[in-house]
C-alpha cells in the first residue's frame, strides 16, 4: 500500500495537525512546513472539513497568547476536543496518510514540528 497523498508535485506521508502562532493553516509536513491554504484543496480535502481545519486555527489565534496561555478554560476544552475530532476526519480522508496530533498548547511540551 503506498503510504504517501499527492499534494500538488509533492508527496505527503505523514501530516501533522497543530496550532501556531498566525500559521495560515494547522496543517504541517517536516519541520517548519506549514501547509499553505492552497493545500487544503490539493489534498483533496472535503470543503467542510478544510473550513473545520481554518476554523480551528482561528480558534486558536483569537484565545491562546504566548504570555499566559489560554483565556479561558472553555476555549481551551473546546481547542482539545475539536483537534481530537479533526484528527480522525482528517485520517479518514487520507487513508494512505498518518495523520498526528500536536496538542502542544494543551499539554505545555514543545511543539513538534
Do not use: K, N
Not at 509533492?10 to 517536516?30: C, E, H, I, R
Not at 512546513?33 to 486555527?57: F, K, S
Request: with cysteine; proline share 7%.
Amino acid at each position: 500500500m503506498d503510504s504517501m497523498v499527492r499534494a500538488g508535485d509533492q508527496q505527503v506521508g505523514s501530516l501533522v495537525l497543530m496550532s501556531d502562532y498566525l500559521a495560515p493553516t494547522p496543517l504541517w509536513v517536516g519541520v517548519g512546513a506549514c501547509l499553505g491554504h492552497g493545500y487544503l484543496e490539493r489534498l483533496g480535502l472535503p470543503e467542510p472539513l478544510a473550513q473545520q481545519l481554518l476554523a480551528w486555527q482561528e480558534l486558536f489565534d483569537a484565545h491562546y497568547r504566548q504570555e499566559g496561555g489560554w483565556d479561558s478554560p472553555d476555549a481551551a476544552t473546546i481547542y482539545e476536543q475539536d483537534g481530537h475530532q479533526l484528527q480522525a476526519a482528517l485520517q479518514e480522508a487520507l487513508p494512505d496518510s498518518v495523520v498526528q496530533l500536536d496538542l502542544w498548547p494543551i499539554t505545555g511540551q514543545a511543539p513538534s514540528v
